[in-house]
């Protein structure tokens, strides 16, 4: 039900952001396209009548080497701030001199300032009959700076830059209807996503279903595997299910990621899964195995990496699979690794795996206890087993002992399933 709850919260978390994304990027796109539009449609209005002025004001007759030049570009100036609604004018010759350069009364200063610095030098000069124009707030208005080319016939004579104030009104129209179009975005977003949000959930919750039933088949698998080596060399899964128990618990302890204690339990439940690959008369000869036989009982490390290596699921437990005969110093087995070398996951698993056949019953030997097994893998620290790892086990020892060591197999085995549900289902 917990977990069904937190799928339940994370769907609805998803499609949240999803439709908050979805309705931002809409907002902006429209909001982009509007105010482009807008500033459009004025320059072209704004560009129309200063063209018809410039023409009206006889500016393609002018000379450029009239000496009364400077007056009559005033003039035209002043005709364009006052009958254009015009904040100031400036008019460039061809080398971008300023000829001319007037204010509307009352409009000097900052505005200038405005327009001159933040913008002209910004833009270059248009090339061709090209118009450039830009939309800019300020001090609670909004302008129009535009940047005009002035040709007589096909000749370039200057350029008119000039900062006309947009009336109040027109602004107001272009919010008003920015807004509803932007609220009818918005609404039209939030109306789709409660359509189809039943049939989203509806497609994602059986997803999740066969995504658990997965799982659940795998780690099915995965125990039975594990019950099916333990009892090829052994009357029980008693120290599979153990070792499996002291790994998990080490990795918590150590504060361990959950995918890593992933990666524990699946190679400690599966870490002699090579042991199928060896002949009975070796693993199971009562009695000390000489050299060769020795020898061929290693290769069970082999043959088990062999035997996962192609299964994605199981390749995180490859390490422990791999590595568990490892020793710290680099004396272990299958290659010789030596310290941090040897990855973690098999590191854990080695200290819980020698710490439960010495405190266990073998046919030929008793059980030591607790204290004694400290002492015994304390002189290992360094030598067979990590000594940091080795000390946050040594701590946590006596507890881990006692949760596990005098329970059943088949509660043994609901406290794996549990724990392996833990980790893998949530
Ligand atoms: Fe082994």
């Not at 209005?45 to 080497?65: A, K, P």
């Amino acid at each position: 039900m917990k977990r069904y709850n937190n799928i339940v919260r994370e769907f609805y978390r998803r499609t949240f952001l999803s439709v908050i994304i979805i309705s931002i990027f809409c907002l902006y796109i429209i909001y982009s396209y509007k105010k482009a539009e807008f500033s459009n449609g004025l320059s072209v209005t704004i560009s129309s009548s200063v063209n018809d002025l410039l023409s009206e004001n006889g500016i393609r007759r002018l000379d450029i080497n009239d000496i009364k030049l400077k007056n009559k570009l005033n003039k035209i100036s002043r005709n364009i701030i006052y009958n254009l609604n015009f904040i100031h004018v400036t008019v460039f010759s061809t080398d971008r001199e300023v000829l001319t350069s007037i204010d509307r009364d009352g409009y000097s200063g900052l505005y200038r300032e405005l327009w001159i610095t933040k913008t002209l030098e910004k833009l270059n000069f248009p090339d061709s009959h090209r118009l450039i124009y830009r939309l800019q707030n300020y001090d609670k208005n909004v302008f129009l700076q535009i940047l005009y080319p002035v040709y007589s016939g096909d000749k370039l004579i200057g350029y008119l830059g000039g900062v006309s104030r947009v009336d109040k009104r027109i602004v107001k129209d272009f919010e008003d209807n920015l807004i509803s179009t932007l609220l009818t975005v918005i609404f039209s977003v939030f109306a789709l996503s409660i359509i189809i949000f039943p049939i989203i959930k509806t497609s994602y919750n059986k997803i999740e279903e066969n995504r658990f039933e997965l799982i659940k088949t795998n780690i099915h698998t995965l125990m039975t595997l594990g019950d099916a080596i333990a009892l090829r060399d052994s009357d029980t899964n008693d120290h599979n299910y153990r070792v499996t128990f002291y790994s998990i618990r080490l990795a918590e302890e150590m504060g361990l990621k959950k995918y890593t204690v992933r990666s524990v339990i699946k190679g400690a439940l599966l870490h002699d899964i090579g042991k199928i690959g060896i002949s009975d008369t070796i693993l199971l000869k009562d009695g000390p195995l000489n050299y060769e036989e020795y020898e061929t009982m290693k290769d069970h490390v082999i043959l088990g990496a062999s035997l996962v290596a192609d299964s994605p699921w199981l390749e995180n437990g490859l390490d422990v699979i791999r590595y568990h005969h490892e020793k710290f110093d680099g004396t272990g087995y299958i290659r010789g690794l030596a310290g941090e070398d040897i990855p973690i996951t098999a590191r854990i698993f080695s200290i819980a795996d020698v710490f439960d056949a010495l405190t266990s019953k073998r046919p030929y030997k008793e059980p030591l206890g607790v204290i004694k097994t400290i002492k015994i893998m304390n002189q290992g620290s360094g030598l067979h087993f990590d000594p940091k790892i080795l000390d946050v086990f040594i701590r946590n020892a006596e507890k881990m002992y006692n949760e596990a060591y005098n329970l059943s197999t088949d509660i043994l085995r609901e406290k794996i399933k549990s724990l392996t549900d833990k980790y893998f289902m949530e």
